[in-house]
């Protein structure tokens, strides 16, 4: 049981995603009581209180001097992969819903946790990974609503006031976000020492979101093919091996140390599940419906655990062949 527990708690949020995905769907009406409530906020709150509480921004500095390979980083994370990405699945033979749930997660900055780790794991350039996350997230606020307001608009069905999810973002991102990283200044040691127990918090109110869109979603989730849901896992595939090319070819050209390719491939070929679900719940609804939204969350989620698959292959053959 022990052992058991203990890969629960390692493999908590794909086992968790892959929960509330049944469960929504097999029985959503607590759900659905709980979307009726502003408790999507409250955990998207949390969240990011969790993650400015945990975020270590000591090594920064260190970082500052490879600039070349910070702004190959942060252009290619915020407009590049984001242009390429939203193309890629606006192509994709499947449901308006799914296209549209990829287009929104290629618009998304970098992981908050995992590509740090996966970094670390590959012995690349841990602290150029870690600005790049800090860097994007906190750019991405204002970034997102303009770029996602164009894709989205590309698909016609979706008009979207990028200033008005501007300053939703502000408030449910950055406000969290810079009271963590005050309280961290106090309770750093704390958090430090409870950083598992934290990470808990920080996943059970993510895979809350999912759980809501899913339990509002659950009449048309039913009817979903399984041919499609593949196809919609190999068009996220597809995208993110696109982007590992992309900036592979970009560090080998720009002629980057291996420690810093390691970490900028790595870091600008994933994307944040945290803020792709943030974003989706702040788009009101005469924008998307409820219902929608539930589709359009599954391709975020897919592509989230597609990327992280082949990213930990990556790291693991990266630190065998160092």
Same mark, same amino acid.
């Given at each position: 049981?022990?052992?058991?527990?203990?890969?629960?708690?390692?493999?908590?949020?794909?086992?968790?995603?892959?929960?509330?995905?049944?469960?929504?769907?097999?029985?959503?009406?607590?759900?659905?009581?709980?979307?009726?409530?502003?408790? &999507?906020?409250?955990?998207?709150?949390?969240?990011? /209180?969790?993650?400015?509480?945990?975020?270590?921004?000591?090594?920064? =500095?260190?970082?500052?001097?490879?600039?070349?390979?910070?702004?190959?980083?942060?252009?290619?994370?915020?407009?590049?992969?984001?242009?390429?990405?939203?193309?890629?699945? /606006?192509?994709?033979?499947?449901? %308006?819903?799914?296209?549209?749930?990829?287009?929104?997660?290629?618009?998304?900055?970098?992981?908050?946790? +995992?590509?740090?780790?996966?970094?670390?794991?590959? =012995?690349?350039?841990?602290?150029?990974?870690?600005?790049?996350?800090?860097?994007?997230?906190?750019?991405?606020?204002?970034?997102?609503?303009?770029?996602?307001?164009?894709?989205?608009?590309?698909?016609?069905?979706?008009?979207?006031?990028?200033?008005?999810?501007?300053?939703?973002?502000?408030?449910?991102?950055?406000?969290?976000?810079?009271?963590?990283?005050?309280?961290?200044?106090?309770?750093?040691?704390?958090?430090?020492?409870?950083?598992?127990?934290?990470?808990?918090? +920080?996943?059970?109110?993510?895979? +809350?979101?999912?759980?809501?869109?899913?339990? &509002?979603?659950? %009449?048309?989730?039913?009817?979903?093919?399984?041919?499609?849901?593949?196809?919609?896992?190999?068009?996220?595939?597809?995208?993110?091996?696109?982007?590992?090319?992309?900036?592979?070819?970009?560090? =080998?050209?720009?002629?980057?140390?291996?420690?810093? =390719?390691?970490?900028?491939?790595?870091?600008?070929?994933?994307?944040?599940?945290?803020?792709?679900?943030?974003?989706?719940?702040?788009?009101?609804?005469?924008?998307? +419906?409820?219902?929608?939204?539930?589709?359009?969350?599954?391709?975020?989620?897919?592509?989230?655990?597609? &990327?992280?698959?082949?990213?930990?292959?990556?790291?693991?053959?990266?630190?065998?062949?160092?």
């Amino acid at each position: 049981m022990t052992g058991l527990a203990a890969f629960l708690r390692r493999q908590m949020l794909p086992v968790g995603l892959i929960a509330v995905a049944l469960i929504g769907l097999l029985w959503p009406s607590p759900g659905r009581m709980m979307a009726e409530l502003p408790t &999507q906020y409250v955990a998207v709150s949390i969240i990011f /209180l969790c993650s400015g509480l945990l975020l270590r921004t000591d090594e920064i =500095r260190a970082a500052l001097s490879a600039w070349p390979a910070t702004l190959w980083g942060i252009l290619a994370i915020l407009f590049l992969t984001p242009v390429l990405g939203a193309a890629v699945a /606006l192509m994709a033979p499947l449901d %308006d819903s799914f296209r549209l749930g990829l287009a929104l997660f290629c618009c998304m900055p970098t992981t908050l946790s +995992s590509g740090i780790a996966l970094t670390q794991q590959a =012995r690349g350039n841990t602290a150029l990974a870690l600005l790049l996350t800090v860097t994007t997230n906190l750019l991405g606020v204002f970034t997102i609503p303009f770029v996602l307001a164009i894709v989205l608009g590309a698909v016609g069905a979706v008009d979207l006031s990028a200033q008005g999810l501007l300053v939703k973002l502000c408030l449910t991102i950055l406000v969290p976000l810079m009271a963590g990283r005050l309280l961290r200044l106090r309770l750093g040691d704390w958090a430090d020492a409870r950083r598992s127990s934290i990470t808990v918090v +920080s996943n059970l109110a993510l895979i +809350s979101v999912p759980w809501m869109k899913f339990s &509002q979603s659950s %009449d048309r989730l039913a009817a979903v093919a399984a041919g499609e849901l593949l196809i919609l896992i190999a068009a996220g595939l597809v995208i993110h091996v696109l982007y590992l090319i992309l900036n592979g070819t970009a560090t =080998r050209l720009f002629g980057f140390a291996l420690p810093l =390719r390691k970490a900028v491939i790595l870091m600008a070929s994933q994307k944040t599940l945290p803020v792709a679900l943030t974003v989706l719940a702040l788009i009101p609804d005469e924008a998307l +419906s409820p219902q929608t939204k539930g589709l359009v969350a599954i391709p975020c989620i897919t592509s989230h655990l597609g &990327q992280i698959f082949v990213d930990a292959f990556l790291a693991t053959r990266w630190a065998k062949d160092a």
